[in-house]
Nanobody, 124 residues
Framework: VQLQASGGGLVLAGGSLRLSCVAS????????VAWFRQAPGKAREGIAC????????YYESSVSGRFTISRDKDKNTVYLQMNSLKPEDTAVYYC??????????????????WGQGTLVTVSS
């Protein structure tokens, strides 16, 4: 199993970025995906997740209303659309996946597979 995260970069506050997480090697179509981030000097935090079927999503409060997680099953890709970015969104963003049938708030789930991270820098 491999997760490839991409799409990070430098953006001005108020701008937008779309992160992608391409999954390969899963033997089933059913796996939950979440995005995490880790800012310098801070612990990693889960910010958004999507159910194994794509039917439900959950967001951490600091990104709710600004970020949108979605998945394209045909492309084995999960996206994180990030709008109205703030300097405090600066972090390395990671995608993670857990095989199985999951829904609801998955941010405390133990994810078995992780991508390599992509850096998002928001300047003021």
């Amino acid at each position: 199993v491999q997760l490839q995260a991409s799409g990070g970069g430098l953006v001005l506050a108020g701008g937008s970025l779309r992160l992608s997480c391409v999954a390969s090697g899963f033997t089933s179509d059913y796996y939950a995906v979440a995005w995490f981030r880790q800012a310098p000097g801070k612990a990693r935090e889960g910010i958004a997740c999507i159910s194994s079927t794509g039917g439900s999503t959950y967001y951490e409060s600091s990104v709710s209303g600004r970020f949108t997680i979605s998945r394209d099953k045909d492309k084995n890709t999960v996206y994180l659309q990030m709008n109205s970015l703030k300097p405090e969104d600066t972090a390395v963003y990671y995608c993670a996946a857990q095989p199985g049938y999951y829904s609801g708030n998955l941010l405390d789930l133990k994810f078995a597979h992780w991508g390599q991270g992509t850096l998002v820098t928001v300047s003021s």
